[in-house]
């Protein structure tokens, strides 16, 4: 087997398989209690999800089964669990309002394909620098537009046509509804946040939304059965409960539905990898492992592809759910294929209980999930820094909220790469020297340390950072500083970590424009990867092969001979 085809299985080998080369009896018991745990923790936030979302419940638990084996079984971290998130909620609901379930699912399978290339690609370490006020800004946002869809079940309104999928306009429906609250259904919903906020103090193992269900289911079956108290809405008032494997349903998929449908796809793509890239960056410091970035995106797409043909709703790592994995003792992806199989056993035998649960207290249980969403230490924390930041966190936040995400992704990444390039602008810089020049041991000169005359004649315009695009214009400012005395030109690029195509462009219109002023260029310092550029470009049969040197002492003698040859 070649190097190549070697490189190439060692970054897509899934490390469920590299787990295995080292697995033990020890290492299965504990990840089968971590698996155990953590599918009981993921039962009531994928019910809570799933009906957040504008879905069935089971749809919930169908892509947590089925997601969460896939991302675990073909992943690229050890303990990452998979599944639905909050994340999603707002995207997938918008997409369910404007082009119904089969536009999700069409959505959703794109996405896992725009996710497979992204990892093929190597992208997975490139979507790690997205700016970290941006993803904050996205998940306050949509922090707050969670808790505003359980508005509704958490006071019991009663509001006839439905609530609107604006924001300003939903708050609009409540405030004129809140006289038809019901005050037992608010009871509730109080109280199972209570329960969740205040049970982790005192019991330590069973997650406190788990606890807040069971109880509130309990109370909340007396009340209406043996106590008379009506207008507790419970999932089985809302849907109709199935204990069966989901049945495979082909997604149809042609060209107006794929030109309609790319923009929420490529949402949920980036969403997806951003979350999961985050959960699995955060696993990995409390682990000490390294992920696989980008055979972790390759997983979220698989999962992302084959959960829509089920009819479930988008996959992507929870941080929630991995680090209750960790916290468990879960070391390798069998907790997450273990929490799969739990969540499948309960699908099957017990489904039938959920639909029990009262919708205000899945409303409180997602309410305590947009508050641990929403970073408001963060924000704050970023709004007292850099009034940039500042500025991107809040047009971010502004824009999920007000507009919709796929708006804010879009405009999100669009101020990533400004921010980039005016960072990477800011630290690149371009002088011009005239009369001496200092030289330091850099790796450059052959001398420790000297002071070069420069003849008369001879001026040097070195840049200091990589030249692109980026810093046209400063380039351009720094050439009208140079004086009209100057014979020859000598560009510094030892500092230049690569050139693109508009610095080729305006390093060409230079050339030109000083051979017809009667001045020579030469280029000195060049890198390896910088030479290749030029040469690619014909540089040496612009400038000549004798004026590109690989040193300052070389380009000074090369440039007093130009100026002897002239006299």
Same mark, same amino acid.
């Given at each position: 087997?070649?190097?190549?085809?070697?490189?190439?299985? *060692?970054?897509?080998?899934?490390?469920?398989?590299?787990?295995?080369?080292?697995?033990?009896?020890? &290492?299965?018991?504990?990840?089968?209690?971590?698996?155990?745990?953590?599918?009981?923790?993921?039962?009531?936030?994928?019910?809570?999800?799933?009906?957040? *979302?504008?879905?069935?419940?089971?749809?919930?638990?169908?892509?947590?089964?089925?997601?969460?084996?896939?991302?675990?079984?073909?992943?690229?971290?050890?303990?990452?669990? +998979?599944?639905?998130?909050?994340?999603?909620?707002?995207?997938?609901?918008?997409?369910?309002?404007?082009?119904?379930?089969?536009?999700?699912?069409?959505?959703?399978?794109?996405?896992?394909?725009?996710?497979?290339?992204?990892?093929?690609?190597?992208?997975?370490?490139?979507?790690?620098?997205?700016?970290?006020?941006?993803?904050?800004?996205?998940?306050? +946002?949509?922090?707050?537009?969670?808790?505003?869809?359980?508005?509704?079940?958490?006071?019991?309104?009663?509001?006839?046509?439905?609530?609107?999928?604006?924001?300003?306009?939903?708050?609009?429906?409540?405030?004129?509804?809140?006289?038809?609250?019901?005050?037992?259904?608010?009871?509730?919903?109080?109280?199972?946040?209570?329960?969740?906020?205040?049970?982790?103090?005192?019991?330590?193992?069973?997650?406190?939304?788990?606890?807040?269900?069971?109880?509130?289911?309990?109370?909340?079956?007396?009340?209406?059965?043996?106590?008379?108290?009506?207008?507790?809405?419970?999932?089985?008032?809302?849907?109709?409960?199935?204990?069966?494997?989901?049945?495979?349903?082909?997604?149809?998929?042609?060209?107006?539905?794929?030109?309609?449908?790319?923009?929420?796809?490529?949402?949920?793509?980036?969403?997806?990898?951003?979350?999961?890239?985050?959960?699995? &960056?955060?696993?990995?410091?409390?682990?000490?492992?390294?992920?696989?970035?980008?055979?972790?995106?390759?997983?979220?797409?698989?999962?992302?592809?084959?959960?829509?043909?089920?009819?479930?709703?988008?996959?992507?790592?929870?941080?929630?759910?991995?680090?209750?994995?960790?916290?468990?003792?879960?070391?390798?992806?069998?907790?997450?294929?273990?929490?799969?199989?739990?969540?499948?056993?309960?699908?099957?035998?017990?489904?039938?209980?959920?639909?029990?649960?009262?919708?205000?207290?899945?409303? +409180?249980?997602?309410?305590?999930?947009?508050?641990?969403? *929403?970073?408001?230490?963060?924000?704050?924390?970023?709004?007292?820094?850099?009034?940039?930041?500042?500025?991107?966190?809040?047009?971010?936040?502004?824009?999920?909220?007000?507009?919709?995400?796929?708006?804010?992704?879009?405009?999100?990444?669009?101020?990533?790469?400004?921010?980039?390039?005016?960072?990477?602008?800011?630290?690149?810089?371009?002088?011009?020297?005239?009369?001496?020049?200092?030289?330091?041991?850099?790796?450059?000169?052959?001398?420790?340390?000297?002071?070069?005359?420069?003849?008369?004649?001879?001026?040097?315009?070195?840049?200091?950072?990589?030249?692109?695009? +980026?810093?046209?214009?400063?380039?351009?400012?720094?050439?009208?500083?140079?004086?009209?005395?100057?014979?020859?030109?000598?560009?510094?690029?030892?500092?230049?970590?690569?050139?693109?195509?508009?610095?080729?462009?305006?390093?060409?219109?230079?050339?030109? &424009?000083?051979?017809?002023?009667?001045?020579?260029?030469?280029?000195?310092?060049?890198?390896?990867?910088?030479?290749?550029?030029?040469?690619?470009?014909?540089?040496?049969?612009?400038?000549?092969?004798?004026?590109?040197?690989?040193?300052?002492?070389?380009?000074?003698?090369?440039?007093?001979?130009?100026?002897?040859?002239?006299?």
């Amino acid at each position: 087997m070649s190097a190549n085809k070697k490189s190439l299985l *060692s970054d897509f080998t899934p490390q469920f398989f590299i787990s295995m080369k080292t697995y033990s009896k020890e &290492k299965f018991f504990k990840d089968l209690m971590a698996g155990i745990i953590v599918g009981i923790v993921a039962l009531p936030l994928a019910i809570a999800f799933g009906i957040a *979302s504008g879905v069935s419940p089971e749809k919930g638990l169908f892509t947590a089964v089925i997601g969460g084996f896939i991302v675990s079984f073909l992943g690229g971290s050890t303990v990452q669990i +998979g599944g639905p998130t909050g994340a999603f909620i707002v995207i997938v609901f918008g997409i369910i309002q404007q082009f119904g379930m089969s536009g999700l699912l069409i959505a959703t399978f794109l996405a896992g394909i725009m996710l497979v290339v992204m990892g093929f690609l190597k992208l997975g370490t490139v979507i790690k620098f997205i700016p970290y006020p941006i993803i904050v800004g996205f998940t306050a +946002g949509i922090a707050l537009t969670i808790f505003s869809t359980q508005i509704k079940d958490l006071f019991g309104l009663q509001i006839e046509g439905g609530v609107p999928s604006g924001f300003i306009e939903k708050w609009a429906v409540y405030i004129r509804n809140f006289s038809s609250a019901n005050w037992w259904v608010l009871g509730i919903g109080i109280a199972s946040i209570l329960i969740i906020v205040y049970s982790s103090k005192f019991i330590k193992k069973i997650p406190g939304s788990l606890i807040a269900i069971v109880l509130m289911t309990v109370l909340v079956y007396f009340m209406r059965h043996f106590w008379g108290i009506e207008g507790i809405e419970t999932i089985g008032d809302r849907f109709s409960l199935k204990g069966n494997l989901p049945s495979i349903t082909p997604v149809s998929i042609n060209l107006e539905a794929v030109r309609i449908l790319f923009p929420s796809a490529f949402t949920i793509a980036i969403l997806c990898a951003i979350e999961s890239l985050l959960s699995g &960056k955060v696993a990995d410091g409390v682990t000490g492992d390294k992920m696989n970035s980008n055979m972790e995106l390759v997983a979220q797409g698989a999962a992302n592809i084959i959960v829509p043909l089920f009819g479930g709703i988008p996959v992507t790592g929870a941080i929630a759910r991995t680090m209750t994995n960790i916290n468990n003792g879960g070391r390798s992806p069998v907790a997450g294929i273990i929490h799969a199989v739990v969540l499948l056993l309960i699908l099957l035998f017990l489904v039938d209980l959920t639909k029990h649960i009262p919708m205000a207290c899945l409303a +409180g249980v997602l309410v305590v999930v947009s508050y641990n969403m *929403s970073e408001w230490r963060s924000c704050v924390g970023i709004l007292k820094g850099s009034k940039s930041d500042a500025a991107v966190l809040i047009t971010t936040f502004l824009l999920t909220v007000v507009f919709d995400l796929t708006i804010a992704i879009e405009v999100g990444l669009i101020l990533a790469i400004f921010l980039f390039l005016k960072r990477i602008t800011e630290t690149t810089n371009v002088s011009v020297i005239k009369d001496k020049l200092t030289i330091n041991n850099d790796g450059e000169s052959l001398l420790p340390e000297d002071n070069l005359k420069l003849p008369k004649g001879v001026e040097i315009f070195e840049i200091d950072g990589p030249f692109f695009f +980026g810093i046209a214009n400063k380039f351009d400012e720094s050439m009208r500083i140079i004086g009209e005395t100057s014979k020859v030109r000598i560009i510094r690029m030892r500092k230049v970590p690569f050139i693109d195509g508009t610095a080729l462009h305006n390093l060409e219109i230079l050339c030109v &424009k000083s051979q017809k002023e009667g001045i020579t260029i030469i280029l000195s310092g060049v890198r390896a990867n910088v030479r290749l550029a030029l040469e690619k470009a014909h540089f040496s049969q612009l400038i000549g092969e004798e004026n590109i040197c690989d040193n300052i002492h070389l380009a000074i003698e090369r440039a007093n001979e130009i100026i002897e040859d002239t006299k």
